[in-house]
């Protein structure tokens, strides 16, 4: 029931009502520092939630068949570990204000950056009119397989429509050449931030017109609002308590020591896999297990090669066998398809036709392994407060936010619900205000391919109350919008000691989002058909699969699920074989089956008797008159 609680302590706001910070958990994947000490500050950064730096690294860094020369030293782009940031935000009120300039509520819009320049033109323009803020993106794509959307951020800098160093050719530059060339910079090059000629800027002293892109490549930009003053970005000084909203104090967080970093290979395992001609000692890193790893069988030596892929390509996809270990390779039809992980021929493909490499990696179009390397991530960094729950945001950091519908029933925003079971907005998405709905509702919600459906405990979240004229169309657990706490469902049982089993009971105990409960209801099932559990860390470590923090859009089909993983579990034993599974539908159902079986009975036995009788006279029809009346007079 811990998350239960947790959901309840949502309610209480431990801020002041009218502050405007959130407080957010980023991340971000790069190359460790050596001490673990943060040298350089975040700004002119791209961040994420754990889904999405995880889809980042999954779809873009490696990927073998397409991540560069098989000869390199390092992952694409150095990148080593995660980091995590802690982050709080207050936007400027020329954002917040506006419902216009707002992705969602206390965001504005997301811009790419790329070796510190912010290649979209709208995020500079926004940038000199608007001051410095931080800017989202909801991302829902095939590239991997969610039960609701991920989120990237942009936290804007110094001078940030300039690299961080010079880019040749741009006349004088040495500076090496970036690992991403900045598409602002290709073919002419850039200044650097920090040379003196861009940030004085003898011909534009108060340049503010990012749409002039001969001068946004060699001058820094400056506000509008304040012509004299270059761009210097959003990350508050660190004496500052909390960001204000102005110029130069949007975002803040602590600097970053070791514990804010997850190495890539302490996540994968490649630190604990056995490397060397004999497997007899740990490998020390990636270098080390893709050079020396021992792989007898060639379980890793292998990765995909494609040739003629491209829309009209014939796909000519073939297996290779490398001299070196592959830490992952996903099958072209998946990677580089227009619909990634939904195109047909991806989704024909079996599991181990599908992906190469380490264990860790596996199912990258599967919502359960997503499910499982993210909660890997959160449950790093964030602890004991999401170990065990399915949850990738702390519900702390959700309770330090603001509410996110509006509080002014004139201005109603994107959060705020109609009776018909939605827009709400949940923090439980990434830790902002995601929108999503109620399913089962009356009237039903009008366009639910559009959101994702609520997490259970949506309406526990700060400040959303739902209309008064909502209701449930049915208070059938599996119609789903009695979970919710909205009414009351018809199903015998409350939690895991006594909920019925079945998919009613099954739905009643999933919504309260706790293991202990579902493993409780679980081994009753196990109880009830004769079986006996074995393992009990294996068992509880099935169960948990079984459920999660939203409800299933096909409630049944869950429960055929849970069933099944209970049936073939290994933490079961079973004499001789799993008995008969529950009647579906409760004990009214087993009610109704018996009185059907007692009235065919019945009709059986009338039609039984008067076949018989039919067909004594018909045998008495037959026979001679003399021997009918010898019959008749014996």
Not at 38 to 47: K, Q, R
Not at 425 to 431: E, I, L, S
Not at 530 to 538: H, L, T, V
Not at 601 to 614: P, Q, T
Request: charged share 20%.
């Amino acid at each position: 029931m811990r998350l239960c609680a947790a959901f309840l302590a949502i309610g209480v706001n431990l801020v002041k009502a009218d502050s405007q910070v959130q407080t957010v958990d980023l991340y971000r994947a790069m190359t460790k520092p050596q001490d673990g000490k943060e040298t350089l500050p975040v700004s002119n950064n791209n961040l994420a939630d754990v889904l999405g730096v995880l889809r980042y690294v999954h779809q873009e860094v490696i990927v073998e068949h397409v991540a560069g020369n098989p000869e390199r030293e390092t992952r694409k782009y150095d990148i080593d570990a995660f980091a995590h940031y802690r982050m709080k935000i207050r936007n400027p009120d020329t954002i917040l204000k506006d419902p216009s300039k707002m992705a969602i509520p206390g965001f504005g819009g997301f811009g790419a950056f790329d070796f510190g320049v912010a290649t979209s033109l709208d995020l500079l323009e926004q940038l000199v009119s608007s001051g410095d803020f931080v800017g989202i993106s909801k991302q829902d794509s095939p590239q991997i397989n969610f039960t609701h959307p991920w989120y990237w951020f942009s936290v804007d800098g110094d001078c940030p429509n300039l690299p961080w160093t010079c880019v040749k050719p741009y006349p004088g530059c040495q500076e090496k050449a970036p690992p991403t060339m900045p598409q602002p910079c290709d073919p002419d090059g850039c200044a650097g931030k920090k040379d003196q000629d861009a940030r004085s800027c003898t011909d534009k002293p108060q340049f503010t017109d990012p749409t002039d892109t001969e001068t946004a490549r060699k001058c820094c930009l400056h506000y509008s609002q304040h012509p004299d003053q270059v761009i210097i970005g959003g990350l508050c000084n660190s004496s500052v308590k909390e960001p204000t909203g102005e110029i130069g104090c949007v975002y803040q967080y602590e600097a970053l020591t070791s514990k804010d970093f997850l190495p890539l290979d302490d996540l994968n395992g490649i630190n604990s896999m056995p490397c060397g001609a004999d497997g007899k000692r740990k490998c020390s890193g990636w270098k080390d297990w893709r050079d020396h790893c021992y792989d007898p069988e060639g379980k890793y030596k292998k990765r995909f090669h494609c040739e003629d892929c491209h829309d009209s390509g014939g796909w000519n996809v073939t297996t290779q066998v490398t001299g070196y270990c592959v830490e992952y390779d996903l099958h072209p039809y998946c990677q580089e398809t227009q619909n990634l992980c939904e195109d047909p021929r991806c989704m024909a493909l079996k599991p181990e036709e599908k992906e190469y490499g380490l264990p860790f990696w596996s199912g990258k179009c599967t919502v359960s392994g997503n499910q499982l390397r993210a909660e890997a991530v959160a449950s790093y960094f964030l602890g004991d407060p999401v170990r065990n729950s399915h949850w990738l945001v702390d519900p702390a950091a959700m309770d330090a936010s603001p509410g996110c519908a509006s509080k002014d029933i004139a201005t109603p925003n994107q959060c705020t619900p109609n009776p018909d079971g939605g827009p709400y907005c949940t923090r439980v998405f990434g830790g902002v205000c995601s929108t999503c709905y109620i399913p089962g509702t009356s009237p039903a919600y009008p366009d639910p391919q559009s959101q994702p459906m609520c997490p259970f405990g949506v309406l526990k979240e700060k400040g959303n109350t739902p209309p008064t004229e909502t209701k449930c169309s049915s208070s059938d657990p599996l119609n789903l919008c009695c979970l919710y706490g909205l009414g009351s469902c018809e199903v015998n049982g409350t939690d895991g000691s006594d909920a019925e089993l079945t998919a009613r009971g099954f739905m009643q105990v999933m919504r309260l989002m706790d293991n202990k409960e579902m493993v409780k209801f679980a081994s009753r099932y196990v109880s009830e058909r004769g079986g006996a559990i074995k393992n009990e860390g294996g068992f509880d470590a099935e169960i948990y699969s079984t459920w999660h923090y939203q409800p299933p859009s096909n409630p049944e089909q869950a429960w055929d699920g849970f069933e099944e993983q209970i049936n073939k579990s290994s933490a079961v034993d079973w004499h001789p074989s799993p008995a008969p599974a529950p009647v579906k539908g409760g004990s009214s159902a087993v009610w109704w089956v018996l009185i059907i079986l007692v009235v065919l009975a019945a009709l059986g036995f009338a039609g039984y008797k008067y076949y018989s009788r039919s067909q004594q006279q018909a045998r008495q029809q037959l026979l001679p008159s003399d021997n009918r009346q010898v019959q008749m007079s014996g």
